[in-house]
């Protein structure tokens, strides 16, 4: 299977300090990611979609000020958390979709995740 | 109503039995089903994809898909306690390229 890379995998930062994490998909084009939140127990919640080169588009309630993404090429996509606080602490994931071995254009691949805890 | 609807679970079957795990979907345009495994603290992995009515094996792991009813479920045969995850449906509908909506998971534990 495609295999997608995320870094760091785990953080841990001041409460008013941002953080980057980078999202790279290494043997396929990801003309789509995506980024997730998780919580302890809960299920993915989608924060917002990007495609190359385009703005991302965000899911209701995510603020987008607050969480950058950039998708500046077919295998790299940044989220920056600005301004984080405790309440961000959280499982960050990415993942990609595009064509790799002939698979299809809409399977996502994902990251193996960034361990957030903002103190 | 949920777009993508699964059992919580949790669903408890004995090693070496079939796990079946089901999931509904409200949009008849949907093209596309998935299945992921996520391990406790970690991220999901693909384990099957699905397109046509019918059934996909791939080892142990059996996929199934009813466009009509709407329904798709997971079949594991010969459970092994590594089973034990939450199981994730996902469903692609036509007009969005490679996003997908995802249920909320039905977790598994296979018992020795």
């Known amino acids: 299977g495609a295999v997608v890379s995320q870094h760091p995998s785990r953080v841990i930062c001041k409460s008013g300090t941002s953080v980057k994490i980078e999202c790279r998909s290494l043997?396929?084009?990801?003309?789509?990611m995506f980024w997730y939140r998780q919580f302890p127990k809960q299920s993915l919640m989608l924060m917002a979609t990007s495609n190359e080169g385009s703005k991302a588009t965000y899911e209701q309630g995510v603020e987008k000020d607050k969480f950058l993404i950039n998708h500046a090429s077919l295998t790299l996509s940044t989220l920056t958390v600005t301004s984080a606080h405790p309440e961000d602490s959280s499982f960050y994931i990415c993942s990609g979709s595009g064509t790799s071995g002939g698979r299809g254009t809409d399977t996502q691949y994902f990251g193996p995740g960034t361990r957030l805890t903002v103190l | 109503q949920k777009e993508v609807e699964q059992n919580s679970g949790p669903l408890s079957v004995p090693e070496g039995a079939i796990a079946s795990l089901n999931c509904t979907y409200s949009d008849r345009g949907s093209q596309s089903f998935f299945w992921y495994r996520q391990y406790s603290g970690k991220s999901p992995e693909l384990i099957m994809s699905?397109?046509?009515?019918g059934d996909k094996e791939d080892g142990r792991f059996t996929a199934q898909l009813n466009k009509a009813s709407q329904y798709v479920s997971l079949l594991i045969r010969d459970s092994q306690p590594s089973d034990s995850a939450t199981y994730l449906c996902a469903v692609t509908f036509n007009t969005n390229a490679g996003k997908s909506t995802f249920g909320d998971g039905t977790t598994l534990t296979v018992k020795p």
């Open positions: 699905i397109y046509s009515n």
């Open positions: 043997d396929f084009q990801a003309t789509t």
